[in-house]
């Protein structure tokens, strides 16, 4: 258990992580495609490296899984990425990551739609929780004159994020989804070193080759792989509690690392969006406790 919680912390951090490098990125006159072609690349390699060290099971993957993963990887995820990329290079980090976090309720007002899922009360506290803390985290942002082309694409991946979710649900049927992240991954490599070329590694200072390393390692491969671990420790209601310290780590590194300014509307919103996230997944830990005393 005490595992399980502590790969999921470590885990939230690490994803939290991305949006800072991203700003050290730029800082260090790296692209948007540049270092997202690091990111999934040296990812895809060094994941590849080690189930084939370790557990070859993980690399087995079906034809048809394949495919899917191949449409994951080379067209939803890279434009997600992009588009993410693209608002924290204009707008500061703790507001893009705030503004990312529409997700959730995006996707749960989809899927109710679209595969005519009920939505329960506390859901529906939830979502109005985090819709509040959205409005309050954009009223934030516009108040400070964020950069409006910023919050679009902010928008965007936070759009083409939710949309990547739901057909995931639908696509990773049969599949192991550990496995299936690892060819997503790869998949958005390649698209992304087909688009560039082969990396010139040799005219990396040693900044940016730390920073194109901690990409790979810090919101990817450490992310993915403990956030796996953790679900099969404490499942997967335990590690979306734990998910919420994210954007809480953005904020809170992106305050000390990079000198962004925290403002009350802002930590009231991202307050309430975290109490949003979380209070769907306590009502799922309430019911799944009841069936194990039963």
């Not at 939290?16 to 999934?40: C, D, N, V, W």
């Amino acid at each position: 258990m005490i595992k399980g919680l502590i790969c999921s912390i470590i885990s939230a951090c690490c994803f939290g992580m991305l949006p800072i490098l991203a700003k050290l990125g730029y800082m260090h006159g790296m692209s948007t495609t540049e270092m997202l072609q690091y990111r999934f690349l040296i990812a895809s390699l060094l994941m590849g490296l080690w189930y084939l060290a370790t557990d070859r099971d993980v690399l087995r993957i079906s034809l048809a899984g394949l495919g899917k993963t191949a449409i994951l990887g080379c067209i939803i995820y890279p434009l997600q990425s992009t588009c993410f990329l693209r608002s924290v290079e204009t707008l500061p980090a703790s507001t893009a990551t705030l503004i990312f976090y529409i997700y959730p309720a995006l996707v749960t007002v989809l899927g109710a739609y679209i595969y005519r899922q009920r939505i329960e009360r506390r859901v529906t506290l939830a979502l109005f929780l985090v819709t509040g803390g959205c409005a309050l985290v954009f009223l934030d942002a516009f108040m400070r004159d964020a950069d409006v082309l910023g919050v679009a694409w902010a928008c965007g991946a936070t759009a083409l994020f939710s949309g990547y979710l739901l057909l995931v649900q639908s696509m990773m049927r049969g599949q192991r989804p550990l496995t299936f992240s690892v060819y997503v991954i790869f998949f958005a490599g390649l698209t992304f070193t087909l688009l560039r070329g082969v990396p010139d590694v040799g005219n990396l200072d040693a900044t940016q080759a730390g920073l194109a390393l901690a990409f790979a390692l810090v919101p990817t491969v450490l992310a993915i792989t403990l956030l796996y671990v953790a679900i099969e420790a404490v499942g997967s209601a335990y590690a979306s509690i734990f998910s919420t310290l994210e954007p809480v780590t953005t904020v809170a590194v992106a305050f000390v690392a990079l000198g962004e300014p925290i403002y009350s509307r802002q930590l009231f919103g991202a307050a309430l969006i975290v109490v949003g996230i979380i209070v769907p997944n306590l009502a799922l830990l309430r019911r799944k406790a009841r069936v194990d005393v039963n």
